[in-house]
């Protein structure tokens, strides 16, 4: 079952700003939910060199339609220079659950 529902991830530096990061695309009704997992540790290459940083991860669940407008809200609000936000596609899930994502979202 093909929908066209998206989750995007992307992880912020602490709880205190996925939290405010969270409330702001969901007040926006840009995402439907989003979930918060961590601390997690994160390796990435940035300023030259290996980092090795705790981060929180955000998982958005959005629609193709909210796509663009996330992306754009949470690069405009987020602290890092260069915020990790990737998209990828829902190829299927709980009907219902679908649904309500479509109906949770702006107009």
Same mark, same amino acid.
């Given at each position: 079952?093909?929908? *066209?529902? &998206? ?7 602490? +709880?205190?700003?996925? =939290?405010?990061?969270? /409330?702001? @695309? ?27 940083? *705790?981060? &929180? ?7 193709? +339609?909210?796509?663009? =407008?996330?992306?754009? /809200?949470? @690069? ?27 109906? *949770?979202?702006?107009?």
């Amino acid at each position: 079952m093909a929908t *066209s529902g &998206v989750v995007v991830l992307s992880t912020a530096p602490d +709880d205190e700003v996925a =939290a405010s990061l969270a /409330a702001f @695309v969901v007040g926006e009704r840009l995402a439907a939910c989003v979930n918060i997992v961590g601390p997690i540790r994160s390796l990435f290459w940035w300023d030259g060199a290996v980092q090795d940083d *705790s981060e &929180v991860l955000l998982i958005c669940k959005t629609d193709a +339609d909210h796509l663009d =407008a996330l992306i754009e /809200a949470l @690069v405009a609000e987020h602290p890092y220079d260069c915020p990790e936000v990737i998209a990828l596609p829902i190829v299927g899930g709980a009907v219902g659950y679908l649904r309500w994502i479509g109906e *949770s979202l702006a107009g």
